[in-house]
């Protein structure tokens, strides 16, 4: 099986083309050339003539979730979505940010793509791991067979393993690396509280110098606000201009969500957010 | 004054810097490299193409302590810290940077208000310059051709390194950089093909190519202000920006701050903290008014401070094209093809 | 000296706080280092709270709500069970001593379970000694 990245970028062409001149949505959300082959652009096509600087590749690693809450409510937007994308677009309906009905969904199955800055696969490591988008209205390559070959939690083991002064020891030095640029929150699609809590004053919830008490709590408290919201897209980490694994922590909340409540994020609209649910029957067990 | 040192006895020439005074030289840590204080001479590592944060940090700290205070007390017994004048050695500029702390002296000693920490750092310190090396292509990101520097412009630095194969030539531009050199003992002398080295080395960074061509500061100015109620090609531009502050903290010709009090158990400090006119709450008024909402009305702020405003008000353009904006951005904004896509609109 | 943690109590109105009211009525002695701060339901507590918490120097904190089913609001307990575990979680893979942050369930009628839970945790803290990692020096 192989992926061509050639066809995907002239079927979105042509989608995208068809959806503007209908008329069914105002704008779509795609990729568009950047600087350089390297770098392609979250690109927004408003119309017909935008429609040919769309370009995939496989350095298409944004996650255009993120940009569907900047429009108006009602906008009919289109938005091309690989797997965890798609997630982040279930979840932000499941919120009510986004309705279903203003959205057009270009499913994108994918794998391979790559982080521009390390030329990793980011596939697993720093995503859900799946290939085929779990929401969509249109498909715009043929549904990849096969699952991920590892869980998208094996990362995670190294860091389980550690006892807790070594985790302390090696989060500390991650976040002290914190430059406070919010790179992270604005890159991520479900971070869009306006203002942020962090950029709060009143109650004033952390320093905003990035020094470790308000780098640890700007970063453990938006842990928190992701619990069981997080889809793993891995945006947070490709964000960050100094490295931290973000992606780890978010990888290991959204492990213990799906274990304790039985329900991973993003994954159908019927769903609620686990946070803001509950059963009778959840044991206490989840607080021992 | 022209120097020479082997490249694996940098430390013996560093160990000597750090007897000179505090040495600030590039670092290599988990995610890049970094301009960070020298405890120890081996840590220096000029295998560097440039770091992820500008040297701006060195003068400019990203947090700088105004005064200390006790909550409840009176104003009197608040104590101000003083800036500081302890000799500096900042080792390993690339050029471009270089040039940067002269448009940042435009606003921290030249213009208006003096500001004391900056003034008293940056006239205590000694600036090492280091070429980039002129053989090797430049990095898809940078553009400092564009905007008139260099590769190997030695102007601004005290003393200018240009590094030949294994060895390091030093050469002194200024009088203190000529002090400084003479004092540090066991650097070999250079010859004069050193020399004739070292001045090609500086031609041929003149005629470096970085992208785009070059430009017409004018033109820009007038175009950039042509086009600000040109919604449509704003919005376009910033279609992709997150209105992170990547691209400010890393400019070495971003100036900003905030200052916030961070008070706990009773004790508190008034502190300057960079801040990024990328930020929503970066011109929020007391008021609750926010004369920028948009994503297109910052980063059209941004663009055209930089590239226009900045112009108008002191002659030269806010930025030196070392291009880590570019390098950094989430989304791989690139600040000068919005300046080209400008040009053309 | 030995060594006096500094606990942060967090009860709930309805349940806990009547309950630690009852240990105090009927004279049962539990260990001195619970500085309690009452809120109206558990699910009023910001998890942001707790980080705070440990930051600004508690050695442990101990959140007390209503048991499931009886919540003074009907729900607010069954979302703050969700949401206190994965606050728990969080600390625990931060690096924080799992042992440092607890969440009881104590109706009003529980003055004796109060005095047993504090006594307990506090020889928890004890044991686990001064609270270095989170707290700002």
Not at chain 1, 170 to 195: G, H, Q, S, V
Not at chain 1, 256 to 285: H, T, W, Y
Not at chain 3, 5 to 27: M, Q, V
Not at chain 3, 28 to 49: D, G, T
Request: hydrophobic residues 35%; glycine residues 8%; proline residues 5%.
């Amino acid at each position: 099986m192989a992926v061509s990245f050639q066809q995907i970028e002239e079927k979105l062409k042509t989608e995208a083309r068809r959806l503007l001149e209908s008329g069914q949505v105002s704008l779509v959300l795609a990729w568009g050339r950047g600087f350089d082959e390297k770098h392609p652009m979250p690109y927004v096509a408003k119309g017909a003539s935008d429609v040919d600087g769309i370009v995939f590749n496989e350095f298409c690693t944004h996650n255009l979730a993120r940009y569907l809450v900047r429009y108006p409510r009602g906008t009919k937007m289109a938005v091309a979505v690989k797997a965890a994308d798609s997630r982040a677009v279930v979840q932000l309906i499941q919120e009510d940010k986004v309705k279903r009905h203003d959205l057009v969904i270009l499913g994108i199955p994918v794998y391979g793509i790559k982080n521009p800055k390390t030329g990793e696969i980011i596939d697993g490591k720093t995503t859900c791991g799946l290939y085929n988008p779990v929401l969509y209205d249109i498909l715009i390559a043929e549904e990849v067979h096969g699952q991920p070959v590892s869980s998208p939690y094996a990362v995670l083991a190294e860091y389980e393993a550690m006892d807790q002064d070594a985790r302390f020891a090696f989060w500390k030095k991650e976040l002290d690396r914190c430059i406070r640029c919010y790179a992270c929150r604005k890159a991520c699609p479900m971070c869009y509280c306006d203002p942020c809590f962090i950029d709060q004053n009143k109650p004033k919830w952390g320093e905003k110098s990035p020094e470790t008490p308000g780098n640890l709590m700007y970063h453990l408290t938006r842990f928190h606000h992701l619990a069981g919201r997080c889809i793993d897209c891995g945006e947070c980490s490709r964000a960050c201009p100094v490295d931290i694994p973000l992606y780890l922590f978010h990888k290991k909340v959204a492990k213990e969500c799906e274990e304790m409540f039985g329900q991973a994020a993003g994954m159908s609209i019927e769903d609620k957010p686990v946070l803001v649910n509950f059963r009778m029957e959840d044991s206490d067990k989840i607080l021992e | 004054m022209l120097k020479k040192t082997a490249i694996h006895q940098l430390s013996d020439l560093t160990s000597a810097l750090m007897g000179k005074g505090t040495l600030v030289a590039p670092v290599r840590e988990d995610a890049g490299f970094n301009f960070r204080e020298i405890s120890d001479a081996k840590q220096v590592d000029l295998n560097f193409h440039n770091t992820i944060i500008s040297p701006k940090s060195v003068f400019f700290p990203q947090t700088e302590d105004f005064i200390r205070y006790r909550t409840g007390r009176p104003l009197q017994e608040a104590e101000t810290v003083e800036p500081e004048g302890k000799p500096l050695i900042l080792f390993g500029v690339r050029p471009c940077d270089v040039k940067s702390f002269e448009i940042m002296d435009i606003h921290f000693s030249c213009t208006g208000a003096v500001d004391p920490y900056w003034q008293a750092r940056r006239e205590a310190a000694t600036l090492i310059g280091y070429a980039f090396d002129v053989a090797a292509p430049a990095e898809p990101e940078e553009f400092y051709q564009t905007l008139g520097i260099g590769a190997a412009d030695p102007e601004g630095s005290d003393i200018f390194m240009v590094r030949r194969g294994d060895d390091l030539i030093l050469k002194s531009i200024t009088g203190k950089g000529e002090a400084l050199l003479a004092g540090i003992e066991g650097l070999a002398g250079a010859s004069a093909d050193d020399g004739k080295f070292f001045d090609d080395t500086v031609a041929a960074g003149r005629n470096f190519k970085t992208r785009f061509t070059c430009v017409d500061a004018k033109a820009i100015t007038k175009k950039l202000e042509d086009l600000f109620h040109n919604t449509d090609f704003w919005e376009k531009a910033s279609n992709a920006c997150l209105s992170c502050g990547v691209c400010t903290f890393a400019c070495p010709t971003c100036y900003c701050f905030d200052i916030c009090d961070e008070t706990l158990f009773g004790r508190g400090t008034r502190r300057r903290v960079w801040d990024a006119c990328m930020f929503t709450d970066f011109t929020l008024e007391a008021s609750g008014h926010n004369p920028r909402t948009k994503v297109y009305q910052r980063l059209r702020q941004k663009i055209g401070h930089k590239y226009s405003y900045h112009v108008r008000k002191y002659g030269v353009i806010s930025c030196v094209g070392c291009g880590r904006c570019t390098r950094h951005c989430p989304v791989g904004i690139d600040i000068f093809s919005i300046v080209e896509e400008a040009m053309k609109a | 000296m030995s060594f006096e943690p500094k606990i942060l109590g967090i009860a709930c109105n309805w349940c806990t706080y009547t309950g630690a009211d009852l240990a105090g009525t009927t004279r049962l002695q539990y260990p001195q280092n619970l500085r309690v701060v009452r809120v109206m339901c558990s699910s009023r507590i910001n998890p942001s709270f707790i980080f705070r918490a440990f930051q600004l120097g508690a050695d442990g904190v101990l959140v007390g709500g209503c048991h499931p089913g009886d919540c003074h609001y009907n729900t607010g307990n069954l979302y703050a069970r969700r949401r206190l575990a994965v606050t728990k979680k969080i600390l625990e893979f931060a690096g924080l001593e799992p042992g440092r942050f607890r969440v009881e369930w104590i109706s009003a009628s529980e003055g004796n379970k109060f005095a047993e839970v504090v006594t307990e945790f506090t020889g928890q803290i004890k044991a686990l000694g001064p609270q270095t990692k989170f707290k700002i020096s």
